[in-house]
């Protein structure tokens, strides 16, 4: 097991170091490189600068319009009320089905969601398995990551990800106020949430090979667990770590991993965040906690399952 930020980023960029599931048994194949780079170049052609500054375009004026509905002065609650409708349209633009489709099919992607946040748990596989089966049958062009794992991580674990980032946010009521003063930060801050409050706290690698890595031997086919959480907070790489500074400039984390196979999606997500924490912190000039946190999630990702607030306008308007 691995923890520091040094560590944690040689094992990430290690090419003898190849992705697993947390629950991956002893006996385990080698991954198909050539199948896995062929997805990942098509994943990466689908997400282009060009096609992530045109789903913005969609998403921005809905993500403006729900937020504007929101109330002021009374509990709300974000992930339903906001983040949930949103990252369910974005799901549905960008793998290519309808709203109504995404609509019908967001219980069996949350199954399958459950099983990823808590590989462990056998009671989840089962249903997961079935689930994630079934929503292959909507998905039948684009990209292969695109499909209903695409679909599966963005209808799903983006709210995971902004209701992270938004409860952060609440327990340091002055980096929202410096927000909303000044909303031109708001790509920058994401880099900091997703440092501090990040959803992923651990991943899984396998030695293809045995290798050196820091001075620590890790024989062929010895599986270890990076601790993603722990490295995005160590001290040697980061000044008051546990501290949120939305104009840090010691960045670097490591939430969407790093080298070869770092998160494939990294720029869709940090479009998506941006896009749809923006109108919150234009519109509101604080958020208070109207009720304790609900969680949700497990070993591998922990979020808020609820997130119910008290939000404040600023002076003068409505």
Request: proline share 7%; glycine share 6%.
């Amino acid at each position: 097991m691995l923890s520091r930020y040094a560590d944690v980023l040689a094992a990430l960029r290690a090419s003898s170091l190849a992705p697993v599931s947390p629950r991956s048994k002893n006996s385990w194949e080698p991954p198909d490189e050539s199948g896995g780079l062929k997805m990942r170049s098509e994943a990466m052609d689908a997400l282009s600068p060009a096609q992530l500054r045109a789903w913005r375009g969609q998403i921005d004026p809905e993500a403006h319009f729900l937020a504007g509905r929101l109330p002021v002065g009374e509990p709300v609650e974000l992930m339903n009320e906001y983040a949930r409708p949103l990252c369910l349209s974005l799901a549905a633009m960008v793998t290519g089905i309808s709203r109504c489709a995404a609509e019908s099919i967001c219980e069996q992607a949350q199954q399958a969601s459950a099983a990823a946040a808590e590989p462990y748990d056998p009671d989840l596989r089962d249903p997961a398995k079935s689930a994630n089966n079934g929503l292959r049958s909507h998905f039948h062009s684009g990209p292969e990551a695109l499909r209903n794992s695409g679909f599966v991580a963005i209808s799903q674990t983006m709210p995971c990800i902004l209701g992270n980032a938004w409860f952060a946010l609440m327990q340091s009521p002055a980096e929202w106020t410096l927000l909303h003063q000044e909303p031109g930060l708001v790509e920058q801050a994401i880099e900091e949430l997703l440092r501090r409050a990040g959803l992923v706290r651990i991943l899984a690698r396998r030695a293809m090979d045995s290798i050196d890595l820091n001075g620590v031997s890790i024989r062929k086919g010895e599986r270890i667990i990076l601790r993603i959480v722990a490295a995005n907070r160590d001290p040697d790489r980061f000044s008051c770590p546990e501290e949120l500074d939305l104009t840090r400039r010691d960045v670097g984390h490591l939430a969407l991993g790093a080298g070869t196979h770092a998160c494939v999606g990294a720029g869709l997500i940090r479009m998506a965040a941006a896009a749809i924490t923006h109108p919150l912190i234009q519109r509101f000039a604080s958020v208070t906690p109207a009720s304790p946190v609900e969680w949700q999630g497990g070993s591998v990702f922990r979020s808020p399952k609820s997130l119910w607030v008290s939000l404040t306008s600023a002076e003068g308007e409505p």
